[in-house]
């Protein structure tokens, strides 16, 4: 294996993994700056058990904390999720969650947990008089309203997600230094290669399938996480970031698509004409002297 071989291999391979790397930290650049496409893949788990978990252990302790006795705050959240206004709450719940943790800025992010519970309080003091702990509707509504909000950002600290978040930048710092890889191993790819045009082609419509299967497998993911479209919380909700943005590398594949075909098209239609030794006379096509030859 020659020297020139062996580097157009490593260039080649260099520019497949710099692909690679660049369609993932773009799709992911492309969920975690869409703050409504994560607070839409959020919703579901507001039914699973470890969001359920996580809320009624916070409302236990603030119960607590506010004055309730610990028997009574115990009632209180054991039956909390099985009312169907507190399931809207854990469902706003969520929600504010993911944009609270996007919130930019250097000011805390919170959820105010108080103002989503009050219009449940009817229904959870009906609760808790069929349990035989009955306490005045305005009582309970006092309580709650004197819960703390729950703290997502703290001051002084980066959001976690969103534009401005460092997961953003750090994504999009992959994509660009993906990017000039690509081209640098490209373009060293193209000069070591004997054809140039031909391989030029053969890089772009690389790019083009590569991106084309990602968008498959994001596509067949989604159904594969969660084919019946809510079979589990956690499955559903992973299945929507798998749908997400999955037109971003469909679209990288049409344009790498649409530059081999103009590649293919000028090689087609527009070949130089080569000029002859002596320069009198345009050299003879190889088609057309392997054809004279065999004549």
Do not use: C, N
């Not at 084309?212 to 992973?238: H, M, N, Q, T, Y």
Request: charged share 20%.
């Amino acid at each position: 294996m020659s020297k020139k071989t062996l580097l157009k291999g490593v260039s080649a391979w260099l520019f497949g993994l710099a692909t690679t790397v660049f369609l993932i930290a773009m799709w992911g650049r492309a969920v975690v700056i869409d703050v409504d496409a994560l607070e839409a893949s959020a919703a579901p788990l507001a039914d699973s058990s470890a969001v359920g978990e996580l809320f009624t252990d916070w409302l236990d302790r603030e119960l607590v904390e506010t004055g309730v006795e610990p028997v009574v705050a115990d009632t209180v959240v054991e039956g909390v999720l099985d009312r169907s206004s507190v399931a809207a709450v854990l469902g706003e719940f969520t929600g504010e969650v993911v944009v609270a943790a996007a919130a930019p800025g250097p000011e805390a992010a919170i959820v105010d947990v108080s103002r989503l519970l009050q219009p449940a309080v009817p229904e959870i003091g009906a609760a808790l008089g069929a349990a035989g702990v009955p306490i005045p509707e305005s009582r309970l509504a006092q309580v709650v309203d004197e819960l703390d909000p729950l703290v997502i950002k703290a001051a002084g600290s980066q959001p976690y997600i969103g534009p401005s978040s460092p997961t953003a930048g750090r994504l999009g710092t992959a994509a660009a230094l993906a990017m000039m890889m690509m081209v640098a191993t490209g373009w060293a790819t193209v000069a070591l290669a004997e054809d140039r045009t031909a391989e030029a082609k053969s890089l772009l419509s690389r790019v083009a399938l590569g991106a084309l299967s990602f968008a498959i497998l994001l596509k067949a993911g989604s159904w594969v996480l969660d084919p019946s479209g809510g079979r589990a919380p956690l499955a559903e909700s992973a299945s929507r970031v798998a749908d997400a943005k999955w037109l971003h590398p469909l679209f990288v594949s049409f344009v790498a698509a649409a530059a081999a075909a103009a590649v293919w098209w000028r090689r087609r239609y527009f070949k130089p004409t080569a000029e002859s030794p002596s320069g009198d006379e345009p050299a003879t096509p190889p088609r057309e002297r392997h054809l004279i030859r065999s004549g």
